[in-house]
């Protein structure tokens, strides 16, 4: 039986004791966040918690292992992935649709992406903006520091329970969608029956338990987006999630919303079974680029065939195999009742409205947002708040009603070749050095505890850091030319440019350099392994380095120089 948890706290010398609870212990609250802490860990959340997580745990790891199953099948075969001929019934049977989403979820034209919750002050700014959602992110955007898992839940709370001063009430507020962590991330600072918790068990557990139900009450959620799901069986498994869910919170049955983000190439092709698994739970499929570019070198990586070129110079949605996927997912979800999302715009428009570099950011965002809206998407991200209300505009300007559920894409036929065709192109110099400093500055800022940083007039994330230290570690293994010179891309060349990179950023770096040196090593190490990390963030997040670096307050990232206040 669980007992009430109660922590002794020594002002003094901020001792902090373990909870313990029967099949549970809980690490001590980072220092700062004792309301917080609990508040969100209580007696009954606890419980809940214990018995989420103790459900459904097996499953998790079963889910984890088909995936390492499904990769050595590809590998010890040399197949491609298709579709799958055990559904082809689902795919045929023209009658099935998802339930309708509710109101508040039928017109979601622009987003505000990348939102790591722990950032109050952006969170608030969100909340006041014009936007129709907050893509509210434990994920990509976000760092699972304890500290920042913590602070960011309580600031849901916040915001679902009106506790933030003149921010709107919950049902006028932009609309909430929680994105919890990935089924690869696990929680370090929970352990349910001798194991660690999975992050994603951890974060839906907690915002579902203390939010759940005033979300449904305010008729505003709780609505969700699931990460790098990799085929039906995962959808499965969140379903039943959802469902038990339910049942334990006395929601009735259909209350909770999800967005699946199809990231994975392998997912592409089963993206009207993920859409039947969740059907009374379905809100919709999002497609964006980088994560799901990154997948082809996951699964596919030491096949001189899938070699991708230059993501700055080759790859664009505009390329055939990601026109594909995108125009398949508008279809799929379309044909099935269910709202298409497409993915976020990174850049940053400059201070000065009137200046020519302004102009030019917004005209790129601009020509990349109108091909996804005439591709029939139903809405889309930004990151900077500023590029909100241009973009509705350009939305409204282009499309009628709160969404284009009635653009069903029949023209559109898309083949596995389709799916699977690679850009030409190479390598350019300049390519290789963007993507060594996007992967050693993400490192860098997740060693300072935040999951993003802008570079050079953009955001950069998990999606993109794992995109470039993918193309990395390929071009390494495959010993690409450079376009520009002839130089075989290996190890030493990567070694003497991020020698270059340090020294570039050395003036700014100020009491943190050991760290960005700390950031480049292990960066070196990830894009030499034999065998292709999964995903850079499991990389990190088992790492001591990581581990270690985790204080119990905040800490400050080396991008002050390129951080703008306003965002």
């Known amino acids: 039986m669980l007992i009430h948890p109660s922590y002794k706290y020594n002002y003094k010398y901020y001792k902090l004791e373990y909870l313990s609870v029967s099949g549970m212990e809980l690490c001590p609250s980072p220092l700062g966040l004792e309301k917080e802490y609990a508040t969100l860990f209580t007696t009954d959340s606890l419980h809940f918690l214990h018995e989420l997580i103790s ?5 998790v790891d079963e889910i984890l292992q088909l995936r390492v199953s499904k990769k050595a099948q590809l590998d010890l075969t040399g197949d491609l992935p298709s579709f799958l001929e055990s559904t082809t019934h689902i795919r045929r049977d023209p009658d099935w649709k998802v339930l309708p989403v509710p109101s508040r979820l039928q017109k979601r034209h622009v987003d505000i992406g990348d939102l790591a919750p722990c950032d109050t002050e952006r969170f608030i700014k969100a909340l006041l903006s014009p936007a129709q959602g907050i893509q509210v992110d434990f994920d990509d955007g976000n760092c699972p520091t304890y500290y920042n898992q913590i602070k960011g839940i309580y600031n849901v709370f916040k915001a679902v329970h009106n506790l933030f001063p003149n921010v709107p009430h919950i049902s006028q507020a932009p609309v909430l969608m929680l994105r919890p962590r990935a089924w690869n991330m696990v929680e370090h600072n929970m352990m349910v029956e001798g194991k660690e918790a999975p992050g994603p068990l951890f974060d839906f557990g907690l915002l579902m338990f203390h939010c759940g139900k005033a ?92 070699l991708l070129p230059d993501r700055h110079k080759y790859v664009n949605m505009e390329k055939h195999f990601l026109r594909s996927y995108m125009d398949l997912l508008v279809k799929t979800c379309h044909r099935r009742g269910a709202l298409a999302t497409g993915g976020m715009a990174a850049l940053l428009l400059p201070e000065d409205p009137l200046s ?29 708040l500023n590029l909100v209300e241009p ?127 700390t950031a480049a090593k292990m960066f070196q190490e990830v894009i030499a392994k034999r065998h292709f990390p999964d995903f850079i963030t499991t990389y990190l997040n088992q790492d001591h380095t990581f581990l270690s670096s985790q204080n119990t307050e905040p800490l400050q990232a080396l991008d002050k120089d390129l951080r703008r206040s306003k965002l």
């Open 215 to 306: 979300l449904f009450e305010q008729k505003s959620g709780p609505f969700f987006y699931l990460s790098k799901v990799e085929g039906y069986m995962e959808a499965r498994l969140w379903n039943k999630i959802f469902v038990w869910t339910q049942q334990k919170l006395g929601l009735p049955l259909g209350s909770i919303k999800a967005t699946v983000l199809i990231e994975n190439v392998l997912a592409a092709f089963e993206m009207e079974e993920i859409l039947y698994e969740l059907q009374e739970h379905s809100a919709g499929l999002n497609c964006g680029i980088w994560d799901y570019s990154a997948s082809f070198v996951n699964k596919f990586g030491h096949r001189p065939a899938f």
């Open 55 to 59: 459900t459904f745990d097996e499953e």
């Open 356 to 384: 020519d570099a302004y102009r030019r950011v917004l005209a790129s965002v601009t020509r990349l947002k109108l091909l996804e809206i005439t591709a029939g998407v139903d809405g889309f991200m930004v990151y900077d």
């Open 391 to 517: 973009m509705q505009k350009l939305f409204k300007g282009h499309s009628e009603g709160d969404n284009q559920l009635d653009q069903l894409r029949n023209d559109v036929t898309v083949f596995p070749e389709d799916l699977l065709s690679m850009p030409s192109g190479g390598v350019m110099l300049n390519g290789l050095k963007y993507n060594i400093a996007v992967g050693v500055l993400f490192i860098n800022a997740w060693l300072s505890g935040k999951g993003h940083f802008f570079y050079k007039g953009q955001v950069e994330d998990s999606a993109t850091a794992e995109i470039s230290r993918s193309q990395v570690w390929q071009w390494v293994r495959h010993q690409t030319r450079l376009e520009d010179d002839g130089r075989v891309v290996s190890r030493q060349l990567v070694t003497d440019l991020i020698k270059e990179l340090i020294m570039d950023l050395s003036p700014h770096c100020g009491s943190v350099r050991q760290r960005l040196h």
